[in-house]
């Protein structure tokens, strides 16, 4: 005695009645990005104490390289 297709039709049915598509739409949206949010924080929460700014001296080295490179190209145009 599972739920069938037809009631799971016509509870949809009723909370789309009751809140509209505008405002399911938002709720699916905050949803998602809290979502996003906690994975964010539980995968910072897994590194290490030292990986943080280990990551942060490499993007920072990867943006100096690639603001000299771009330097570079245009003292030899």
């Keep these: 005695m599972g739920i069938s297709i037809w009631q799971l039709l016509i509870v949809l ?3 789309i009645l009751l809140f509209g ?4 739409r938002n709720i699916g ?7 996003r949010g906690f994975k964010k924080s539980m995968n ?5 104490a ?6 942060n001296e490499d ?5 100096q390289a ?4 771009k330097q570079r ?3 030899h145009s």
């Design 73 to 75: 190209d245009k003292s």
């Design 29 to 35: 949206t905050d949803l998602g990005g809290a979502i």
């Design 59 to 63: 993007q920072a080295q990867n943006q």
């Design 13 to 15: 049915g009723i909370v």
């Design 21 to 24: 598509t505008k405002k399911l």
């Design 66 to 69: 690639t603001a000299d490179d």
């Design 44 to 48: 910072e929460d897994d590194k290490p």
């Design 50 to 55: 030292g990986q943080d700014s280990l990551e």
